[in-house]
């Protein structure tokens, strides 16, 4: 319902630019349970154990590279904590520098307002081969409660090049906060390591990623429940044409703990996983 809704948008941006110079096509969709049921209004604490809440996955990204210098991406998400997102940002490339705005819309999260606007920035420098670092945020306009709801993302990543190794440490937090009749705020704070193996003429790359992240939901300022987990994931991009790649990929928590009084419910298997392909169109007039 959502990709419905919101697919003209993606295609508009496309039709807009008179000359594709290399548009890639991200479609991915998957499923996961690490997430607190977003309807709840009372926290679980002692009364009950975590047990997980399932949910769909989704993203449709189309990135193009309009000239040496200028590109764009837009993408629309179906993400657990954010709900649904869609953002367009101008790249701009000058070399080691690399940077990129533009809008963010949180769509389709309240009954009451279905769109709430923001901005979406990125900051990074790299030298290819050798080392990089980015920075990037995004947030919606206005303050709770005043705002009903609004969104709050922030990422720095760090890596470096090995042989057939990109080494990636990364810091990510996201909060979701909406008001009703009373203030609701789920945040996920990640830090992870990231291995990305690849070689010269072998049509896929495998990917590994392990590290920490905590989830929470707090109700009022005042109760919460928070999960933290150990998680180990994997993820594999296959070439089976020159212009298509085939992703898959999982992730599970290895070491699950709450913070008390919360525990995770010892039978419930926690997990995230997804698939989808990448298509590169040709250059076009």
């Known amino acids: 319902m959502f990709f419905g809704k919101n697919k003209y948008f993606l295609v508009i941006i496309v039709l807009l630019t008179g000359k594709i110079f290399a548009l890639d096509l991200t479609v991915i969709g998957g499923l996961g ?26 993203l ?6 309009i000239t040496d210098t200028f590109g764009y991406i837009a993408t629309a998400e179906r993400d657990p904590l954010l709900r649904n997102v869609l953002s367009c940002e101008m790249i701009i490339d000058a070399g080691l520098l690399k940077l990129s705005a533009g809008p963010l819309f949180s769509v389709f999260n309240s009954r009451k307002t279905y769109i709430r606007p923001g901005v979406s920035t990125s900051l990074g420098v790299e030298f290819p081969g050798i080392f990089f670092v980015n920075l990037k945020g995004g947030a ?19 890596g470096f090049w090995l042989p057939n190794l990109l080494n990636t440490i990364s810091v990510t937090s996201v909060k979701f906060s909406e008001f009703d009749t009373i203030l609701i705020q789920d945040e996920l704070f990640r830090a992870s390591y990231r291995a990305d193996m690849y ?28 999960i933290r987990a150990v998680f180990l994931g994997f993820e594999t991009n296959i070439t089976i044409k020159p212009r298509l790649i ?14 008390a009084p919360l525990e995770k419910e010892k039978s419930r298997w926690l997990f995230r996983a997804f698939t ?10």
């Open 33 to 58: 349970n690490f997430s607190f049921d977003t309807s709840s209004e009372s926290a679980i604490g002692a009364a009950g154990k975590f047990k997980g809440s399932f949910y769909p996955l989704g």
């Open 60 to 65: 449709i990204n189309i990135k193009d590279q």
């Open 140 to 158: 919606t306009f206005g303050s709770i409660p005043e705002s009903e709801y609004g969104l709050e993302t922030t990422c720095i990543a760090i």
């Open 199 to 226: 070689a010269k003429n072998v049509p896929y790359t495998i990917s590994l990623e392990m590290g920490y992240q905590s989830l929470k939901r707090s109700y009022n300022m005042t109760d919460e429940d928070m």
């Open 246 to 259: 085939f992703i898959l990929g999982a992730e599970i928590p290895v070491f699950v703990w709450g913070k």
């Open 276 to 285: 989808g392909f990448k298509w590169t169109f040709e250059e076009t007039e």
